[in-house]
């Protein structure tokens, strides 16, 4: 274990498990102290254990980011536990893949509220704690936030809209001390496209992920501690972070 974000606080969500549950253990390594918060309270409940096990000051919120109340609650609860707010993952998120034609509009609601607008909502409530304390959000984005193929028009909408508002907050707070990241992942071993619900999109995903070396979710994690543990007036603002034989 390092120390680089001792004293540090740190709130990430979608730590149930993937690339959030190895982030939080990437950040609680480094000396910071880690709130992980999800739906899946079974998953964060051991999740807690393992972290406070390795000696991490750890607490586990149930979340559900599309809920502006529980975003709001999470951040204060994290900031009664530990006494502020330094480090915010906004990394909870789903990939309901397929084409437009004929889809299920659920999927697109699920999409944007939960990659979107809680993404939104987690940032407009931790965001008076981050500037006090010159802290950092960091954005778990997607390459089909770069890029738009068939088949993930809404994923793409979402990701597009999350590194457009990313990019304006940039501006707004930069002046103000505040780091804003936006880590892109490529193609990444994770649950993501377990809950794909159109089949031949599923199919599809699953054999474009077949076809290269993925990324592991601690190769996403290392990511996002190299931008958080950079000196205060370093922002490293955007990662792409792809398997070599990814060409897409």
């Not at 390459?143 to 304006?168: M, P």
């Not at 699953?206 to 370093?234: F, G, I, K, M």
Request: charged share 20%; net charge negative; proline share 2%.
């Amino acid at each position: 274990m390092t120390n680089n974000l001792q004293g540090k606080v740190a709130l990430v969500t979608g730590a149930s498990s993937g690339i959030g549950a190895a982030t939080a253990i990437a950040l609680g390594r480094a000396g910071a102290s880690v709130v992980v918060a999800a739906r899946r309270v079974d998953r964060l409940a051991a999740l807690e254990r393992e972290l406070t096990a390795a000696g991490v000051e750890a607490l586990a919120v149930e979340l559900d980011v599309t809920d502006e109340a529980a975003c709001r609650a999470a951040v204060t609860r994290t900031v009664e536990a530990f006494g502020g707010l330094d480090v915010l993952v906004n990394n909870a998120g789903v990939m309901l893949l397929g084409d437009v034609e004929g889809a299920d509009t659920t999927d697109w609601t699920r999409m944007v509220s939960t990659n979107l607008l809680g993404v939104m909502f987690l940032t407009h409530a931790a965001l008076p704690h981050l500037l006090d304390r010159r802290g950092a959000v960091v954005q778990v984005s997607s390459t089909a936030g770069r890029v738009a193929r068939a088949g993930t028009a809404v994923y793409s909408a979402t990701k597009f809209g999350l590194n457009a508002f990313s990019e304006s907050l940039r501006q707004e707070v930069a002046t103000r001390g505040v780091r804003v990241v936006v880590v892109e992942p490529g193609v990444v071993a994770t649950e993501l496209r377990d809950h794909i619900t159109d089949p031949a999109a599923k199919a599809a995903a699953e054999q474009r992920a077949d076809s290269v070396r993925q990324l592991a979710a601690e190769d996403v994690a290392n990511a996002v501690r190299y931008a958080v543990e950079q000196p205060a007036h370093v922002a490293v603002s955007e990662i792409m972070v792809r398997p070599v034989e990814q060409s897409w």
